[in-house]
């Protein structure tokens, strides 16, 4: 209480405070300051210490392939190197059960081979996330690699298709299978994205004395992939009758590493090569033969491609389609097995009787002779494997990587995973969206 | 570097020898953009062929994806990824068209024709007013600015007041009211 008596400036700076008298200078406080950052070193102002120009170019090579940020210049309070999770390696040997709900590194090699740096689906993302390519090891994951290697001794007489929503994971699900395949020795044909296939983005031309068009340069880089995966593989089977390809002939003796490798040489037999290796490893009893294909579903669309006559061609136009059209369409495999998984990204490139056969309408209680005999529902010549959303025990195993991976900075409780797990409806993509949200 | 030149006109039914490149710099950089020479037309190495087809006068979308249908170019192939055999068809398919001044001549001596003939459309071209019945009480400006100047620039009859008024094609607005 401030005496009324006589008015005196008390002496201390708390006093003063206390007797409400306001300071009317702040630079002692400012120079207490000053003395206390004379440690730290000053921020050079007249350039960046952090972020760098992007350099010329056009718009294509700046965005995307670097970033504008110096890491080595960067303030390492605020940019830290992410943490990079040990995993093991999935293979043949580390495929069981007692790996579900955990995440596995997938073989970088095998990816480089097979997609030269990209990667299937919308996986970029989670593989940048991650510092390496790594999937969730499902139960559904376990019953694939259990119908593989059974099938590795005798092969079913239909392919098989993933089906499912949009991020279900499907393209996973077959990544994952073609790198337990390419590990068990099997010869593994797999395309990671058939999309190139029909979008017009490749080249393409008429076939020679034939109704079909031909895209050499798809098919080159599909027997690289295949010969680069499954060298050790196609070195034991051998032709087993002779073989030509143009000019050259190949005895029997030899083996279909020695055919790819014949078509590799010259770009216009590499149809002819794919032929014939899909026709001798199709029968062949040696070594099981895994074919993967993801979007599949554009082996019946029409494609963005026209003929001469400027017509759209439909994707059995083109006898890289042709090539494995045969596979799901009745024609098994001595030993091995056909899977294809869809893709809903390109609605154009799926068409609508194949999507109305994937997801046919609720059964209606009464007969009606009509809909029994409408074409668009009808029986599949394939088997439709649908690829459920996320159990708790795997949207549990998910939010635990993703803590590890620092994706996630909070800890993980049941409380957070069951949010995340019920907000996504189970879905895998919209869990990691749902988490990276505000990245 | 050699330069091939080709006359307007005539129509290039040789086959291409080579294309010329030809380096540009750019005014917003010190990169170098090079451009194919073909037929006349600058075309820049760069764009994908049916968008590039188009800076040809009297080729757009349409007739662009045709030729490049007809000679099996995929969508997103560029000019530059063209082998010199791919460059030779599309020089023979463009050869066998009417375009660029062929077709300016053609458009040209089709209006002349009519003006010749004593057509409505003919005086409306000669008036450098709208043909196809627009109203010329207010806008009409892009008639007035370019309707006749092909009549202009390509007519052989010399145009002066005298063979106006004896070819008997000119008739001014006012023209009947002072007769």
Redesign the interface.
Known sequence: MISATKFTQPASKAARHFAGIRLLSSSPIVAAEKNANSSRPKADRTQSMAFTKKE?GSKRTRSGTSTSVNLSAANPAYYTDPPKPKLDLLSKDTATASRLNTFMQIDDGFLQNTGKGRYPGHLAADFKLFGKPALLYRQVTQTLVDQMAQNAETAPKRATVLDGQNGAGKSAELLKLATVAATSGHIVIYALSTLPWVN???????GYKSDL?VQHELVNELLRSVVAVSRDALNKVPLGRSVTLGKKTLESEKTLADLIDLGLQTPSLAHDALDQLLDIARTQTVVPVFIGLDEVNTLWCQT???????NILPANRFRLARSFLPFFEGQGLAKGWVVGATSYAEVRFMPKDLKTKLNPPPAIPIANPDLVRDPGVGELSFDVLKVERLSSAEAWGLMQFYQKANIVTTPVTEGLVAKKWVYANGNPRQMFAGVTTYF | MDVILFRYGQPARFLLQFATIIPLYSSY?L?ITSMLHLLGVNLPDQKVVSVALTYFYGIGPLTA??I???L?F????KLSELTEGQLNQLSGVLSEMTIENDLKRQVAANVQHLRQIGTYVGKRHAMGLPVHGQRTRGNSVTAKKLNGKMLRKYSTVADTAFTRQAMGMFQSPLSKHQN
């Open positions: 010329a017009s983005s490749r080249p393409y031309g008429p068009f963005s491609y026209r003929d001469q006559e400027d | 950089s990169l994806r045709k490049c249908s007809r099996s995929h969508k997103e192939c």
